[in-house]
């Protein structure tokens, strides 16, 4: 968050993890797959002056944070809640409704996906319902998403293969689902570069939504693009 391109970016992604999480058991995850990671930071929350320049960022300058959890159950949602109270207390998170452009921003998807392997034997890696995803508004605009579905972990797991053994044939399950996945994390992305005040992409349009229009495509990206 020192960074100096920290403003400049329309979206930051960020998992806060408990310190008290327990390592998965039984073997049936191997290195270092993301949702085994901890890390003792997110106990102590962020120092006043990280708090201020995230505030800044969503607030102000209109960034837009993406924020995945294990499931929507109170423990599975407890660090980010933690860190959303901390920084943004005085916004409510809401469900994001079903109909959002979040989910027709390229791609049309008739909502969110869902975490294809919830339980491993006696393991949960995905606690509770298939659900809504979970979001702050602020003037209107979505400016937090809490994917309670954590399609980011897909992705990510159709890269690590975190399964062995009896499981292993659960990393196919992943690599089948991870172009879906793909497909709602590229909707998220254009939907951060294309709100807020940030990115100057807020015109923009897929090009085979003009397919039948007499509206010319760009053939160049818009002037922020120059500062990169």
């Known amino acids: 968050m020192t960074d100096a391109a920290f403003f400049e970016s329309p979206i930051i992604f960020m998992e806060p993890i ?18 085994q990671t901890k890390g003792s930071r997110p106990s102590f929350g962020y120092t006043d002056r990280e708090t201020q320049r995230i505030r800044e960022y969503v607030v102000n300058r ?7 959890t294990h499931g929507n159950t ?8 933690r860190v959303l109270r901390q ?17 027709n921003t390229f791609f049309e998807l008739n909502g969110p996906l869902r975490f294809p392997v919830r339980k491993m034997g006696s393991t949960i890696l995905h606690h509770g319902p298939y659900g809504q995803l979970k979001g702050i508004f602020i003037d209107g605009r979505l400016a937090v998403l809490v994917d309670t579905e954590a399609m980011i972990h897909v992705m990510d797991g159709a890269v690590q293969k975190p399964f062995f053994g009896h499981y292993q044939d659960r990393n196919k399950i992943l690599d089948e689902f991870a172009p879906a996945a793909a497909r709602q994390l590229i909707n998220i992305v254009i939907y951060a570069v294309t709100h ?15 397919a039948d229009s007499e509206t010319e495509v760009p053939q160049k990206a818009p002037k922020a693009a120059d500062q990169l």
């Open 74 to 81: 109170e423990a599975a949602m407890q660090p980010a809640l």
């Open 18 to 35: 408990s310190s008290s999480a327990v390592n998965l058991q039984n073997g049936l995850l191997k290195g270092k797959a993301i949702w």
């Open 62 to 68: 209109g960034g837009f944070i993406y924020m995945p």
């Open 87 to 103: 920084i943004l207390p005085e916004y409510h998170l809401t469900t994001i409704p079903q109909d959002h452009e979040i989910y």
């Open 196 to 210: 807020g005040s940030i990115s100057d992409y807020s015109n923009y349009i897929p090009e085979a939504a003009l």
